[in-house]
């Protein structure tokens, strides 16, 4: 199950990560990024030996509510599909997590509460949440905008902005381009001094037609057994 474990963790990282550090998901853009409803990416993540693909899809966006939706699918050593689904709240300089849910298998969907969104491990999902004026500095708290570079991944050549944080042991390399709109993500790259800190994702191609899975009206509260898997170190 730790596999399974990381693959959610990572997926609310690079849901940040990509729209967090993207311009295109400001409160000015939105009726933009509408139009991109229904697009998301498919990644190859690699962790403690073993390979699988992690899907993302924006698959709602409220102009009106300043509201994004994305949906993660996994199935990463678990015996039934998953699926995670955050709402973002874009309306300020800075996105907010604003909710969460997840699904496995066809089973009714559950409520992630507050302290399930911040992040897992010794990251904090605030540390993608970047503003405009964070991207232009550079540097914000214990993220460092290494500089611009062009990543070969099976989707293509793409210039991509490389951001990195190091804390308590790991470190997080991230690689985003508004070419891999709407998501952003081209690549993510964790090692540390946990097994399960060390893997990496990469874009392998651009999607289209993603419909949400989760359906936040019948959700019901988070399991004991689902607590025990999500539980922060």
Same mark, same amino acid.
């Given at each position: 199950m730790t596999g399974g474990r990381r693959a959610l963790a990572a997926g609310v990282l690079l849901v940040l990560a990509g729209l967090g550090a993207s311009t295109n998901a400001r409160g000015a853009s939105l009726a933009g990024l509408a139009k991109e409803q229904g697009n998301?990416?498919?990644?190859?993540?690699?962790? /403690?030996? $073993?390979?699988?693909d992690l899907?993302?899809?924006?698959?709602?966006?409220?102009?009106?509510?300043?509201?994004?939706?994305?949906?993660?699918?996994?199935?990463? /050593?678990? $015996?039934?599909?998953?699926?995670?689904?955050?709402?973002?709240d874009v309306k300020g300089d800075r996105p907010a997590v604003e909710s969460g849910y997840i699904q496995v298998g066809n089973k009714a969907p559950m409520t992630l509460p507050k302290q399930y969104l911040s992040g897992v491990g010794s990251l904090d999902v605030s540390l993608f949440l970047l503003s405009e004026s964070d991207l232009r500095t550079g540097t914000t708290r214990d993220l460092k905008n290494v500089g611009q570079e062009t990543i070969t991944t099976p989707a293509g050549a793409v210039k991509c902005s490389?951001?990195?944080?190091?804390?308590a042991g790991q470190k997080l390399d991230v690689w985003v381009s508004d070419e891999a709109r709407p998501v952003g993500l081209v690549r993510m790259q964790s090692t540390g001094k946990q097994k399960e800190e060390n893997y990496d994702l990469e874009l392998q191609e651009l999607l289209s037609g993603v419909a949400p899975k989760i359906d936040p009206a019948k959700a019901g509260p988070l399991s004991e057994e689902m607590k025990r898997l999500l539980t922060k170190r």
């Open positions: 998301g990416s498919r990644f190859t993540m690699r962790s /403690q030996g $073993s390979t699988f899907n993302v899809g924006l698959v709602k966006v409220d102009p009106t509510a300043s509201r994004a939706v994305i949906e993660v699918y996994a199935a990463a /050593q678990l $015996s039934d599909p998953l699926w995670q689904q955050f709402t973002l490389h951001y990195r944080v190091e804390k």
